[in-house]
């Protein structure tokens, strides 16, 4: 085969848990591929679990092999194939080869590397820290990765490929392993090139020849938003659910360019292009102070306790306007909204309604408050009062 070519660095990121196999499996699949790919260097992310999972399995020597570790044996079937591996396959044990998902604790300011992933708070920080791995590669252009979803806890898969979307390109690649049966299982099964002879099952009554097994990558396409909002995909700070939010954002607006979203203070009512829906006046209410904080551009409201005080004085503000005078029809709600589980349901049967106008209510629907910001998230241009 030919010298490798190092014009591009092919990285490859794995996520992966208590099952190493899922690495070598895919190494294999990629340098089996119809143009087979070896990449320069390997990148696991994984909990403090995972990390010493793959210390003993890959890099521990092994008497069926002879004492050689699992992966100096994959090196050695690779270069029996053809493969000239100078300069490539880079993985270890070092904190930069296994780099252990970590998280900080709000109270003492101290980080520390995660055990595994059982809450809210672990998921939140292995999205921000597999998007930060995921934002270092793709940033240097000389840079080509492909992403495993395969391996550790289904949630991470999810974000990693989520994070792929917001910050990979189109030159990368997410992928999965498939391994036919019963090798997906089979104990000692690493790929099928490896030596040591036949595999016996969990109930040792029949044994298996590690050839035989079929080992493939399936591709799994993604779409590189990051070419929608350079801007805000290109720079370094930022969490991973902020990003999302702001990608949610503009996707909004953009979708939201031919709607023309009218209300009304003499009767309960909107209309969305041609389309129109009652309301409640209670829903009524909750639409003209959103859409008033939305044409005057105020910042959105952080949470629903704050946004209850806000539609009180937007209400005291609309009986002001009758007083006056300014305003000749139309009253707010009496009892206006007693607390914020009563305002979920507003917003609830609001959101329903709008749905069930078709993709344009949809748009919409999406736009109105959810945990964390109390806001109507179109431009105040598209929204007319009357």
């Not at 092919?10 to 099952?19: C, D, F, K, P, W």
């Not at 194939?81 to 709000?106: E, K, M």
């Not at 036919?180 to 040792?204: D, V």
Request: proline letters at 7%; one cysteine or more; aromatic letters at 6%.
């Amino acid at each position: 085969m030919s010298d490798p070519d190092f014009t591009t660095e092919t990285i490859l990121l794995a996520v992966t848990g208590m099952s190493p196999a899922v690495l070598t499996e895919t190494l294999w699949a990629l340098a089996h591929e119809a143009e087979p790919v070896i990449p320069q260097r390997v990148i696991v992310v994984t909990t403090l679990a995972g990390r010493a999972r793959i210390s003993d399995e890959l890099f521990l020597p092994k008497p069926v092999f002879a004492g050689h570790c699992v992966w100096d044996v994959l090196r050695d079937a690779l270069e029996g194939a053809g493969h000239n591996l100078s300069g490539l396959l880079r993985f270890g044990t070092t904190a930069d080869d296994l780099r252990v998902i970590t998280a900080s604790d709000p109270a003492t300011a101290r980080s520390s590397e995660l055990a595994d992933l059982r809450n809210r708070p672990d998921n939140a920080a292995a999205a921000d820290f597999l998007l930060d791995q995921v934002r270092g590669i793709t940033a240097n252009p000389d840079t080509r990765l492909i992403a495993s979803i395969a391996g550790g806890r289904k949630t991470m898969g999810a974000l990693l490929y989520a994070c792929m979307t917001l910050a990979g390109r189109e030159e990368d690649r997410i992928t999965h392993v498939l391994v036919s049966e019963p090798y997906e299982t089979l104990p000692g099964f690493w790929f099928p090139g490896q030596p040591g002879g036949p595999l016996r099952n969990h109930s040792g009554d029949a044994e298996f020849l590690p050839g035989d097994a079929q080992v493939e990558l399936a591709d799994v396409p993604f779409v590189p938003i990051r070419n929608l909002f350079q801007k805000e995909l290109g720079r370094a700070a930022g969490s991973f659910s902020n990003l999302v939010a702001s990608c949610r954002s503009q996707v909004r607006h953009r979708a939201a360019e031919d709607l023309r979203l009218e209300l009304f203070f003499h009767r309960p009512a909107l209309r969305l292009n041609q389309l129109e829906v009652k309301l409640t006046e209670r829903e009524q209410h909750l639409c003209l102070c959103l859409a008033n904080l939305a044409k005057h551009q105020r910042p959105p409201i952080p949470s629903y306790n704050d946004a209850l005080d806000a539609l009180a004085s937007y209400s005291r503000e609309w009986q002001s306007l009758i007083a006056v005078g300014r305003l000749k029809s139309g009253t707010p709600p009496a009892a206006g909204f007693g607390d914020e589980q009563d305002l979920r349901r507003v917003l609830s049967d609001l959101r329903k309604k709008l749905k069930a106008l078709g993709p344009l209510g949809m748009i919409l629907a999406d736009a109105l408050p959810e945990r964390g910001r109390f806001s109507l998230d179109i431009p105040g241009e598209l929204i007319h009062v009357s």
